[in-house]
């Protein structure tokens, strides 16, 4: 009898232990994959940190200088050098603007006929040819790009739209225009949509922006230290929705100025950190997120680079398989759920704040070897 109640106790242990494990499983399974569906999005949203450590002075001379921002006064296309990265290497031939435009030449110049507006000389202003090339390998048609372009300008020339990209281009134009071309951050956070409400959130804590050695953006979020609940009792998913595109802006002028100016298509990678992840996000955080993901394809093509999920729980690396249908088709291809153990280690992502730290420096050389993985 004694043995009896002894086995019917171990059994009951046994599946309260068993029960328990499972909703641990359950509930990081559910936090990680709403954190993760979701950290697509933000990583393209991160604010404006250190973005004069990418290889070559930021000036405005060989951006637009229209408030569309994509388009330029001139047909010429881009004189390029195979070895204009700052780190001295060859280009990649999959970056080689040069060699890209080779083979998508004839879209890209069918991509010419799509003008915005006037210029303030009355002329029809063309789209600058990074940005036709950007349009030309992200679709597999000509005329799927030709619409896209389209759409991409109608956005730009139109209501909120318009509002979001003349911000950016004003701001962008000032932060670029001082001493050797160093980054102003300041006066692009401060001309953020609704910054006086959201910066106070979104800090170098959370999220930063840093460069590669090749000029690439590189987007560090720790999703874990976002109050977003808070946040979202100050602003509406609109105007935060508003902030986010703004930023996206921000970082395909600095993107696309790079690439003219080095040869090298450069593009964003996304390091989205799961350390200290222990809840899904707030609905309305998410729908924000969302409905600016949802246009980032559509507006800024072949501008995402790889998406690299850090640090996910050991309990969880069993189900990455599980976790890649949750990005979208374009992320999945470039996604990677890897162990960054340098970025692990920090408190926060303030030490990637300092210019020329070494602790910058090992999670920048971490990152260049996982992405090479």
Not at 8 to 24: D, G, R, V
Not at 27 to 56: H, M, R, T
Not at 225 to 245: A, R
Not at 265 to 282: H, M, Q, S, W
Request: overall charge positive; aromatic content about 8%.
């Amino acid at each position: 009898m004694r043995n009896e109640t002894k086995l019917i106790m171990f059994k009951s242990i046994a599946t309260t232990s068993t029960t328990t494990l499972l909703l641990k499983v359950s509930l990081l399974l559910c936090c990680s994959a709403s954190i993760i569906n979701y950290a697509s999005a933000f990583s393209s949203s991160s604010p404006f940190v250190a973005l004069e450590a990418a290889g070559g002075k930021c000036g405005t001379s060989s951006i637009s200088t229209t408030t569309t921002s994509i388009t330029t006064t001139s047909r010429e296309r881009v004189v390029l050098s195979a070895y204009a990265t700052s780190s001295g290497k060859r280009i990649d031939s999959k970056k080689d603007i040069e060699i890209l435009l080779g083979k998508n030449r004839r879209v890209v110049n069918s991509l010419a006929s799509v003008v915005g507006s006037k210029n303030k000389d009355g002329e029809d202003d063309v789209v600058s040819e990074v940005t036709r090339l950007r349009f030309a390998m992200a679709f597999e048609t000509g005329w799927e790009a030709k619409i896209a372009l389209k759409d991409a300008i109608e956005y730009r020339e139109k209501g909120k739209g318009k509002a979001i990209v003349d911000a950016a281009f004003n701001a962008f134009t000032i932060a670029t225009s001082g001493e050797n071309g160093k980054w102003d951050n300041d006066i692009v956070r401060d001309s953020a949509p609704h910054a006086s409400r959201i910066n106070k959130y979104i800090t170098p804590k959370n999220i930063i922006s840093l460069s590669t050695a090749d000029g690439d953006l590189l987007y560090v979020i720790r999703a874990s230290l976002i109050n977003d609940k808070k946040m979202m009792n100050e602003v509406t998913v609109d105007q935060l929705s508003e902030f986010f595109m703004y930023v996206k802006e921000i970082h395909n002028l600095v993107a696309n100025q790079r690439s003219e100016q080095t040869g090298r298509l450069c593009e964003v990678i996304f390091a989205n950190d799961i350390t200290g992840v222990r809840k899904p996000p707030d609905s309305r955080f998410s729908k924000a997120l969302s409905s600016s993901s949802a246009q980032y394809e559509k507006l800024y093509p072949t501008l995402a680079g790889p998406t690299l999920i850090t640090n996910l729980p050991f309990i969880l690396q069993a189900f990455v398989s599980f976790f890649k249908p949750l990005f979208p088709k374009s992320v999945q291809k470039k996604l990677k759920f890897i162990r960054a153990p340098v970025l692990g280690s920090f408190r926060d992502l303030t030490p990637l704040a300092d210019y020329n730290g070494s602790q910058k420096k090992s999670f920048l050389a971490e990152i260049d070897k996982l992405v090479k993985k």
